[in-house]
Structure formats: structure tokens, C-alpha cells
């Protein structure tokens, strides 16, 4: 099973970005599909985008296209999510997830992903 960590949360303030890195180590499949997820207190969890390292094909979910980049760099097996034009609402637990296979249809409800990180925290400021 992948393990993967999370890191590059924090504060920041309204119209701000951040970048999300999530390091991926025991990888013994040669592609996966790896997704960023979020959580916020009181709500379910939100799928955000998704890449499959095979055919370098990012997915994004309608709410984040254009405003969140996913990427991937296979040599150092580390999943970005550059966050541009964050605001209030974006405020949740960050979580990276995989699953050795391709990105399914419905791979925004994270029910494919078998291993998923500890997540890393992201508040944005009014």
C-alpha cells in the first residue's frame, strides 16, 4: 500500500494561492491514479482533482477547473494542487489519495483509493 504525505497547508489570506505537495512512497505499480480530496468541519468529503500517472491526464471537478492546477513529477513520485484565488469556502483538511489503477468516472467520490494521506490543513482568511 502507498503512503503518502501531505505538506504545504496553512494560512493565508482571501485571493491568496497556495501549492499542496503530497509525497508518494511504496509505489509498486507502474501508474496510478492520485487525487486531492477535502474535508471541511460539518461537511462531506469533496473530491478537487485527480491525475493518472499513466497518460499524465489530469481531472478536475467543475467547482476548481481553472482555478486549481493538479501536476505530477514522476521522478521525485510527488502529486501537486497549485491553489490560485482561494477564498473562505476553500478553508478544509487537504488529503491526497491513490489507487493503482486508471481515474474512473466517479473517482471525485474517493470510493476507488485505498491509501490516502494525513492530510494537511489550509485556512484562508476574509
Known amino acids: 500500500q502507498a503512503r503518502l504525505v501531505e505538506s504545504g497547508g496553512g494560512s493565508v489570506q482571501a485571493g491568496g494561492s497556495l501549492r499542496l505537495s503530497c509525497a508518494a512512497s511504496?509505489?509498486?505499480?507502474?501508474?496510478?491514479?492520485m487525487g486531492w480530496f477535502r474535508q471541511a468541519p460539518g461537511k462531506e468529503r469533496e473530491g478537487l482533482a485527480a491525475?493518472?500517472?499513466?497518460?499524465?491526464?489530469?481531472y478536475y471537478v467543475a467547482s476548481v477547473k481553472g482555478r486549481f492546477t493538479i501536476s505530477h513529477d514522476n521522478a521525485k513520485k510527488t502529486l501537486y494542487l497549485q491553489m490560485n484565488s482561494l477564498t473562505p469556502e476553500d478553508t478544509a483538511m487537504y488529503y491526497c489519495?491513490?489507487?493503482?489503477?486508471?481515474?474512473?468516472?466517479?473517482?471525485?467520490?474517493?470510493?476507488?483509493?485505498?491509501?490516502w494521506g494525513q492530510g494537511t490543513q489550509v485556512t484562508v482568511s476574509s
Open positions: 491525475f493518472y500517472t499513466g497518460s499524465r491526464s489530469p
Open positions: 511504496g509505489l509498486i505499480y507502474s501508474s496510478y491514479c
Open positions: 489519495a491513490a489507487d493503482p489503477d486508471i481515474c474512473g468516472r466517479r473517482w471525485y467520490l474517493g470510493t476507488e483509493f485505498g491509501s
